[in-house]
């Protein structure tokens, strides 16, 4: 009984009330289905990728199973963070659980940049002292992988789009083109015999991987680190904010977002009256939401004295 009593009163202070931020703590929409399909499909031919890569004795058919082993637990930290951030705000997170998502893409974004660094490590070896490798073999095993692959990014265009589910895709069309150079490299060594083509490949598609990894790298870093959403202009809000009539000045603002494309407010105003406050706080609300698109707004009103 004293559990329910809790989860009750905790559900009431975190309810949204008339005039509330339309902004909620939990993701309901999201469904997880293609997620787990798209990390079956992918687990299961990182399996296949690996062993017939060491089998031919292909470095970018190795780096491809790689690939495919980082994608699958992408999209299994993907799949997690979907569910946790499904779960309702608590006594001990009030926030709820929506930043699960951006953790789970900066995590994911951190295990390709090692990636990367040992398939050009192990490339640079390959250069100096080139191996034998099975072109045909490799050629085989990469076209099918490349078919795998466009059929995860296309299950997981059809979900719901959010900054992890990006993530996931760009892993996918990462290790689509991993594939395609692998289809490359085994038809050059197949048909002409030439092995420092496994490994040059291996580092243009880690180079690719790598500009792509930069960019959901910078966002879920920007996003975890409650840095002002890209579409706002803090300076700008400060400036539109003393506009409002009644407000003499404006200290103490800090914007970020709650979840992605739901952005916050919450800061200090000087007014000339403290009676002018419901009329002041109206005119504010109205202003944020028309011009910056923030209506979850938490202002504290303070006279000059």
């Given at each position: 009984?004293?559990?329910?009593?809790?989860?009750?009163?905790?559900?009431?202070?975190?309810?949204h009330l008339a005039g509330d931020a339309r902004h909620a703590h939990v993701i309901e929409s999201r469904s997880q289905k293609s997620m787990a399909l798209a990390l079956g499909l992918t687990l299961l031919f990182s399996v296949v990728e690996a062993v017939t890569g060491f089998m031919s004795n292909s470095l970018a058919l190795i780096s491809d199973a790689g690939h495919m082993l980082t994608d699958a637990a992408a999209l299994g930290l993907a799949?997690?963070?979907?569910?946790?951030?499904?779960?309702?705000p608590?006594?001990?997170h009030s926030f709820g659980f929506v930043?699960?998502?951006?953790?789970?893409?900066?995590?994911?974004?951190?295990?390709?940049?090692?990636?990367?660094s040992w398939i050009v490590y192990e490339a640079g070896h390959r250069l100096t002292s080139p191996q034998p490798v099975q072109g045909g073999t490799v050629l085989v095993v990469a076209a099918?992988?490349?078919a795998i692959n466009i059929v995860v990014a296309y299950v997981l265009s059809r979900g719901e789009q959010s900054i992890n589910t990006r993530a996931a895709m760009i892993n996918v069309?990462?290790?689509?083109?991993?594939?395609?150079a692998a289809i490359v490299a085994g038809a050059v060594i197949h048909f002409t015999g030439w092995m420092r083509i496994d490994p040059i490949l291996s580092i243009f598609v880690s180079l690719l991987i790598l500009r792509s990894t930069a960019g959901i790298l910078r966002e879920s870093y920007h996003f975890l680190m409650e840095g002002v959403p890209h579409q706002i202009d803090y300076l700008q809000v400060g400036a539109d904010l003393q506009t409002v009539p009644g407000v003499l000045s404006v200290h103490d603002l800090h914007v970020w977002d709650m979840s992605p494309g739901n952005p916050a407010l919450i800061g200090h105003l000087e007014i000339r009256d403290l009676?002018?406050?419901p009329a002041v706080l109206q005119a504010v609300r109205q202003m944020l939401l028309d011009k910056h698109g923030i209506d979850h707004i938490?202002?504290?009103p303070e006279t000059h004295d």
């Open positions: 009984m004293p559990n329910q009593q809790a989860q009750e009163s905790s559900a009431h202070l975190h309810a799949l997690l963070a979907q569910v946790i951030a499904k779960r309702p608590s006594a001990r930043r699960a998502e951006a953790l789970a893409a900066f995590v994911n974004s951190l295990a390709m940049l090692v990636l990367v099918i992988g490349a069309l990462g290790d689509l083109l991993g594939s395609v009676g002018e406050w938490t202002l504290q």
